[in-house]
């Protein structure tokens, strides 16, 4: 459903920028003196650097770089005609505003380059909007030089959050922080207003390699030293050396990369993110941003790139990453081109004699299908003309497409034959996958329907110090969502000590299921952890800790741990989600009038947002306002009428209120709509029994066991129904299972005692 998309959507949809007259800013690790300061030392750098990507990310809009025919073209929508117009000097574009009603708005940036630019329209209280009409710069021969709507297949008018006067096309929150250099926000939550500054318009030298001013101090000083005082917080030189040893096609790095600071640089912006702290350069991602990972619905269950992603939680899966490959090896980080043409960039390290042959490809040596990228960086195209490659640089599996509807760059490019063609193909050249059943991506859609069958393979990945942590983080927060037993608690456990910061945070969400007790016990040396994402990771696992049954001691660190997530949620208070996780964080204090206010908050900065209003409507819920609840549910099918949440909240609410049909059609519709897990069509077959129609009940049932044979709740009930039936012997056939699952489980040898043997 399109509320699924939203955040991931704007994201494609919004790459703006802002024009702020402050030239310096200050902060705690030095001052930002601007990119013309480089050049005369680093000439060679800036010049690269001009024209780049970097360097165009934004401009004021003028004759110079406004891309787009503002020659009275017009370019129709939803029943809406845009006309881009100008007027001396000025860029306009009449249409439809925050009312719906035509309007004339200026044009004040311009955004980006190639292969489209979009157009940046000031609004009320500081807000900067990107039109969602953009301008596809690509070559007429190519398809480009028209106007096109970033959102083709839908109907998105003024009262839709996706409309280009609406939050999530907002430059200010979702996409100054990458798009220019030192941006402070500076929201007033009061008054719902901006006064974002910023040291340059776009992305400039200091922006990846932080303030200079210290730099340039000791260049002038005469006291640079390349090993130790450059001035900077961070070197971000990490190409390392490489060499091909005797006999080997593959080069190898001499010596291991010493911290992750140039892929942490690169990856502030080119991941899928929530911004925490204030960014500090040479700081680890971790400790500034909560990072994404490889999981549905952003990604497939292989891992490969589904929804607008950014690249870095890609590269981090690859075998590249784990081989010491940092971003500077392909890309020249100034100009932003590829080290070499084609297959080049990849001979660097892959002897082309070896790689670059036909009997490596099986492909004609002229042909598209020669090309590395093609094969194992398969291209994905967002915001209608971007394609953008995939870099996890994995191997084409069609064994897994078969199994698990995951893509593959030979049916990709072959877009008129099969999976099971590309497999025999493969084949035939003697590629034979032995993991098919095995694969980590059979285990991670197994946990996405809620299948037992799993845990292990889960287990075993979370576990595997030889695996890229990236996986082993998805992995324990995986088998975490299965439920709890030894074997997660034991490798959750474990992982609270590593050295990497995504398995420590990973770690602390997998122990959410724990006692609350045993739960602080094994978390509290993690409350002053020294990276931010893990510290609120803990806050928001032991918040709803009794501070009155603590001791003085304990309680003062939890408290400031406590103060910090508010605050960090404060800063970032003109996001919906922000006011969602803080409303949830302050319920789980105890604080439900807090609680109630940050979710009504959300709902007024975004009153589509399904996550904010279901958690409302459980919150009044749970203070005995069913009426209010109830509104809340209904006002959340209007703008989805067949959402499964809502329908399935609203079945439980008539369920309590003894509206039996009503909550039966309720509960039916959520269970026909659940595409992912099995707990809306479990619910609905045991509101089926419970209504009297039991054979009705054992059909869901068995259709929901063959899909997730190992879920103890469907089999138990299945035993339980069968039996009521008088049906002992299927009864003692989903036992038998019963007990297959957990030999050992007391309630379970109790059931299979119960009933009778034939």
């Known amino acids: ?203 400039s030298c200091e922006a990846c390699h932080g303030p200079a001013d210290k730099h340039v101090n000791l260049a002038e000083t005469g006291q640079l030293s390349a090993a130790k005082y450059s001035g900077f917080a961070m070197s971000l030189a990490q190409r390392g050396e490489w060499s091909f040893k005797a006999g080997q096609a593959i080069a190898e790095r001499r010596g291991a990369v010493q911290s992750n600071s140039q892929i942490d640089s690169c990856g502030r912006c080119h991941s899928r993110r929530g911004s925490l702290a204030e960014y500090q350069h040479g700081r680890p991602l971790s400790d500034t941003h909560r990072l994404t990972l490889p999981r549905a619905p952003q990604y497939y269950h292989d891992g490969q790139v589904l929804d607008e992603n950014y690249v870095y939680a890609s590269f981090l899966q690859s075998k590249m990453h784990q081989a010491g490959v940092v971003c500077s090896n392909c890309h020249e980080p100034h100009s932003l081109q590829l080290r070499a043409q084609n297959n080049g960039v990849c001979a660097q390290c892959h002897r082309a004699d070896v790689y670059d042959q036909v009997s490596h490809h099986h492909h004609p040596s002229d042909s598209n299908g020669a090309l590395c990228a093609n094969c194992h960086m398969p291209e994905t195209t967002y915001m209608v003309v971007d394609p953008r490659r995939d870099h996890s640089m994995r191997i084409p599996r069609p064994d897994l497409s078969l199994m698990l509807d995951t893509p593959n760059a030979c049916t990709m490019c072959h877009q008129d034959r099969s999976d099971d063609w590309a497999l025999g193909a493969l084949r035939k050249w003697g590629v034979n996958f032995r993991d098919t059943s095995s694969h980590p991506a059979r285990a991670f859609a197994g946990a996405a329907n809620n299948d037992a069958r799993a845990i292990p393979r889960l287990a075993e990945l979370a576990a595997d110090n030889t695996a890229a942590p990236i996986w082993r983080a998805t992995a324990i927060e995986a088998l975490a969502d299965l439920g709890s037993d030894q074997q997660s608690l034991a490798t959750a456990q474990s992982l609270l000590q590593s050295a990497d ?235 038998k299972e019963l007990l297959k699952l957990e030999p050992n489980n007391p309630a379970f040898q109790r059931l299979w005692q119960s009933l009778p043997a034939n």
Not at 584 to 604: C, H, M, T, V, W
Not at 674 to 695: K, W
Not at 699 to 721: F, G, H, K, M
């Open 501 to 735: 910061p995504l398995l420590r945070s990973s770690a602390v969400n997998a122990l959410q299921w724990l006692p609350l007790q045993q739960r602080y016990s094994l978390l509290a040396p993690l409350i002053q952890d020294p990276i931010t994402s893990v510290r609120l990771a803990v806050a928001e696992s032991l918040a709803s800790v009794p501070l009155e049954q603590i001791s003085q001691d304990q309680r003062e660190p939890l408290l400031e741990l406590f103060h910090e997530y508010q605050s960090i949620a404060r800063r970032h208070a003109d996001m919906p989600g922000t006011q969602v996780q803080l409303a949830i964080f302050l319920s789980n204090r105890g604080d439900l009038p807090a609680a109630e206010k940050a979710y009504r908050e959300a709902l007024q900065l975004n009153s589509q947002l399904l996550p904010a209003r279901l958690n409302l409507a459980d919150l009044l819920r749970s203070q005995g306002r069913e009426d209010e609840a109830r509104q809340q549910l209904l006002k959340a099918l209007e703008s989805a009428a067949e959402h499964g949440p809502s329908l399935h909240a609203l079945g439980l609410l008539e369920i309590r209120q003894g509206e039996r049909e009503k909550a039966l059609d309720y509960l039916g519709r959520a269970a026909a709509v659940e595409e992912q897990g099995t707990r809306h069509r479990f619910v609905y077959a045991i509101a089926l029994h419970d209504m009297g129609q039991v054979q009705e009940a054992l059909r869901e049932l068995e259709t929901l066991q063959r899909q997730a044979p190992q879920n103890s709740d469907i089999l138990a009930a299945l035993v339980n129904y069968n039996a009521e039936l008088g049906d002992t012997k299927r009864a003692r056939h989903y036992a």
């Open 1 to 203: 459903m399109r509320f699924v998309h939203w955040t991931s959507r704007f994201l494609r949809a919004v790459t703006l920028l802002l024009l702020s007259i402050a030239s310096k800013y200050s902060l705690a690790d030095g001052e930002f003196i601007g990119s013309a300061s480089c050049q005369s030392c680093h000439a060679a750098e800036y010049q690269a650097w001009q024209g780049s990507h970097h360097d165009l990310a934004m401009q004021v809009a003028s004759p110079e770089t406004v891309l787009g025919d503002f020659d009275n073209a017009e370019f129709s929508y939803n029943g809406i005609t845009t006309t881009f117009l100008r007027r001396g000097q000025d860029y306009l574009v009449r249409t439809d505003g925050e009312d719906g009603s035509l309007t004339e708005f200026p044009v004040r940036f311009v955004f980006g380059v190639e292969p489209l630019q979009q157009y940046l329209i000031p609004l009320s209280r500081g807000r900067l909007q990107a039109l969602s009409i953009a301008w596809d710069s690509r070559p007429a021969e190519e398809g480009g030089q028209r106007w096109f709507h970033l959102y083709p297949d839908e109907q998105i008018d003024h009262q839709d959050p996706l409309h280009w006067t609406g939050p999530y096309q907002n430059w200010n929150s979702n996409c100054a922080e990458c798009h220019s250099t030192n941006l402070r926000k500076n929201y007033d939550a009061s008054s719902h207003s901006f006064d974002t500054q910023y040291s340059e318009i776009n992305v």
